[in-house]
């Protein structure tokens, strides 16, 4: 009895044995896919702040689409006294104490302050705003060599990806989400301010997040959460690095957003075989070149289809667009191109938008001529609203055409900006070039709606 007796303890020791460390192996291979967030979370807390106001403020999107169907990302500070409101996170890009955050997050606010991963609360002014683009930049007043995250890009990531967001809200403190990259481009109206070509992903983030980085596995920021859909799945969207590290040089350096200008219109192209069989890679084939416009002056013409710029790869419309978001008035660039079955290069310095051809750009691309409202439409039409530009002509198998805007219309608002008259629209038009879509406020009659007009 006495040795079946052990003989049986042994074995059960042995099962008992094996079981644990099966059971170890298997918590270490659960944890296993969470070890690269944990550690790209802990080197990048110090550079995700809470964003702050001394004045009670009411939420901006207060009863509007993107609180009723995304959700607030801010909330009122659960744990803060009257007089105090968290209003959002923030992520430090910048050494010298620079926050970048959604323009939304600080939209009201006064007295604006900046706690760090160390709780020091510091006082931030706005450097500068980009409504269009739901940005803001906040400089830290004093002190400097702050911890920073470095600028990913974007345009790199793929669906299916694995990202990181973070966020500091200053309720329930820092909060982490992992996920996917579920879709790429995505267009979202949020209550009229902006329809941004956002990164959608399935992480499970939370209010608080708005202004808080989306990062890679290696620690690059590719993103900025600002929106959150709050029925069926978890869904987020974050702003595209590559338009935020634009938005953030032209804040900086001149203290407005300065749109890159290439004249060059394009289309995406396949990859192709030539009439002499060779193979032609996919590129953004140019359908057009503006008169006097630097790409003329650099000798691209109709026809030729870009392969690269700056460096990177460009096989679509859309990744001509990531490049040329990354470009500043004055900055060389170079760009390789086919002309036929030819390989060329050419160099190319990035101008400014001439403001002169404000009309003609909106004709031709977006296919509305526009006008000032005169008093005799006035006085025909008395349901005409008070401020606004009018439709004139729509041009037949336009993007408008498509949209179905139609002649007597009344455009309130672009991409968030009111239109009170042509000359607001013409300083407007600047920021809508390379842009895949525009949001537009339209009134027809007594009525107002919004309608996106995809550009692509």
Do not use: C
Not at 75 to 83: R, V
Not at 99 to 123: C, Q, S, W, Y
Not at 393 to 399: F, Q
Not at 422 to 444: C, E, F, H, N
């Amino acid at each position: 009895m006495t040795p079946r007796g052990v003989n049986f303890f042994v074995a059960s020791s042995g099962a008992l044995l094996a079981a644990a460390l099966s059971a170890a192996a298997l918590a270490e291979d659960e944890a296993q896919p969470a070890r690269p967030v944990v550690q790209v979370a802990q080197k990048a807390w110090p550079a995700v702040v809470n964003i702050s106001t001394e004045e009670k403020v009411d939420n901006p999107f207060h009863r509007t689409f993107l609180q009723a169907v995304f959700g607030s990302f801010f909330d009122a500070d659960p744990a803060g006294g009257a007089g105090t409101a968290s209003l959002g996170s923030g992520v430090l890009v910048d050494s010298r104490g620079y926050v970048l955050t959604n323009e939304h997050v600080i939209l009201r606010g006064t007295k604006i302050f900046v706690r760090l991963a160390d709780r020091r609360i510091l006082p931030a002014e706005v450097v500068g705003t980009d409504p269009a683009s739901d940005l803001a930049v906040l400089k830290i007043e004093g002190g400097a060599d702050f911890p920073a995250i470095p600028f990913g890009r974007s345009g790199d990531l793929v669906v299916g990806q694995r990202v990181v967001a973070l966020g500091n809200p200053q309720g329930p403190g820092r909060t982490v989400a992992a996920g996917l990259v579920s879709a790429l481009h995505r267009q979202v109206r949020a209550g009229g301010r902006v329809d941004a070509d956002f990164i959608q992903t399935d992480a499970a983030v939370g209010p608080g997040n708005s202004g808080g980085p989306l990062l890679t596995l290696k620690g690059e920021l590719v993103g900025l959460s600002t929106a959150i859909r709050t029925e069926g799945p978890a869904v987020s969207f974050a702003i595209p690095a590559d338009r935020a590290r634009k938005v953030f040089g032209d804040l900086l350096g001149y203290g407005e957003i300065r749109g890159a200008w290439l004249g060059l219109d394009v289309r995406t192209v396949p990859p192709m075989i030539d009439l002499d069989g060779a193979g032609l890679p996919a590129g953004a084939a140019v359908r057009r070149v503006y008169p006097g416009s630097p790409g003329e002056r650099a000798g691209i013409a109709e026809g030729d289809v870009i392969v690269q710029m700056a460096g990177l790869k460009i096989e679509s419309h859309e990744d001509y667009d990531d490049a040329v978001s990354g470009l500043r008035a004055g900055d060389g660039v170079s760009i390789a191109f086919y002309r036929g079955s030819e390989n060329r290069v050419a160099a190319l310095t990035v101008g400014e938008f001439p403001p002169g051809l404000a009309e003609a750009y909106l004709s031709d691309q977006v296919g509305v001529d526009l006008a000032d409202i005169s008093p005799a439409m006035r006085a025909q039409y008395p349901q005409l609203p008070a401020e606004g530009v009018i439709v004139t002509r729509v041009r037949v198998r336009s993007h408008a055409d498509a949209t179905g805007l139609e002649e007597g219309d009344v455009l309130r608002q672009i991409d968030g900006t009111t239109l009170h008259e042509m000359t607001t629209l013409r300083s407007a038009v600047p920021r809508m070039v390379g842009r895949g879509s525009l949001l537009l406020k339209v009134a027809r009659g007594r009525n107002s709606y919004y309608v996106t007009l995809d550009m692509d």
